[in-house]
């Protein structure tokens, strides 16, 4: 049974027809029409009504954006860069198409496909950390996408680790996000290379194109550079931290981390599996989660998507 997953980013649409077994087997993107939200409604239309008509066999859409999205899956609360406020986008889109339609957030989608055909799939309980210019989240717990009482549960970017922290753009400080995204990559480069030593080479480049970029840093990694190390250190004892906090409560048997970042692999997850140790309550008698690198880089927000709308299309 096919379904279409729709997953609306910053920059692009992509949309795909997906199997049940997670297979993508026809794919469409178009640029997302910038601060236009009735251009995106139409664009997502578009797409599915042009896939719908390849695939005439599929049983729903499910949108995956940026957000808070309500628990029946229906409406958009707030998205940050799209002028949506308390959107009933669902109703919106079933008005104009012939097909089961359900809203997720972009990262519960990306959570619930690494959990169904990716780096969680054995696990009954998964927690996903998305380490990209931002951090963000989702938990699935005891076999199902956690949502919360009001849809908008998993911001597990916005928990707060530091009191009186850093700002975060949520309005509030000591966000996990402030210390463990992409962003705080750059920063804590920079702060490296302010101390000299290590951060010779850093501080270098910083020189070279006045200041440091993703580009730069993880050019660094890859060779190897220890004041580049360094930085992903502090940040991975960030998230080890973060990561201690979350199995006291949600015990997951496999945490996942997903974006950008994350693609320095054992780089990344070695400071996470040390601070997590360190900071475990009970330490020592509490069994050890994985730790392990998202397998569906480019597409879990589309196959996510689907198959939570083939889900609620065929479960209820
Ligand atoms: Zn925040």
Redesign the pocket.
């Known amino acids: 049974m096919q379904a279409i997953g729709i997953d609306i980013g910053g920059t692009k649409i992509a949309g795909g027809v997906v199997t049940e077994f997670g297979e993508i087997v026809d794919e469409e993107r178009v640029a997302t029409p910038a601060g236009d939200a009735g251009a995106i409604v139409d664009a997502v239309v578009d797409m599915i009504t042009s896939l719908q008509a390849r695939h005439p066999g599929v049983v729903a859409a499910g949108v995956a954006a940026p957000g808070f999205i309500d628990a029946a899956q229906s409406t958009v609360y707030y998205t940050p860069n799209i002028a949506w406020r308390n959107e009933p986008l669902r109703a919106r889109l079933s008005e104009r198409l012939d097909l089961h339609i359900t809203i997720d957030n972009d990262a519960n989608a990306a959570g619930w496909a690494e959990f169904r055909f990716g780096a969680g799939r054995l696990a009954s309980d998964m927690t996903m950390l998305t380490i990209g210019t931002g951090v963000g989240g989702a938990i699935v717990a005891q076999d199902r996408l956690l949502r919360g009482g009001f849809g908008t549960g998993g911001e597990l970017?916005?928990m707060r680790i530091v009191p009186d922290g850093l700002p975060?753009?949520?309005?509030?400080r000591g966000?996990i996000?402030?210390y463990g995204s992409g962003r705080a990559l750059l920063r804590i480069a920079g702060e490296v290379a302010d101390e000299g030593g290590v951060g010779r080479a850093l501080a270098q480049l910083r020189d070279e194109s006045g200041e440091l970029s993703g580009h730069d840093v993880s050019t660094l990694l890859q060779s190897g550079d220890p004041g580049a190390v360094e930085a992903l250190r502090r940040l991975g004892t960030w998230l080890g931290q973060a990561a201690a906090s979350l199995s006291a409560i949600l015990d997951p048997q496999v945490f996942v981390f997903g974006g950008g970042v994350a693609q320095s692999g054992e780089l990344l997850l070695a400071p996470v599996r040390a601070a997590y140790l360190e900071h475990l309550p009970a330490r020592g008698y509490h069994p050890e989660p994985e730790f392990v690198i998202a397998e569906l880089v480019n597409d879990a927000g589309v196959v996510g998507a689907a198959d939570l709308a083939r889900l609620h299309a065929t479960d209820r």
């Not at 975060?168 to 509030?172: D, E, H, K, T, W």
């Open positions: 970017g916005h975060c753009g949520c309005g509030a966000c996000e402030q």
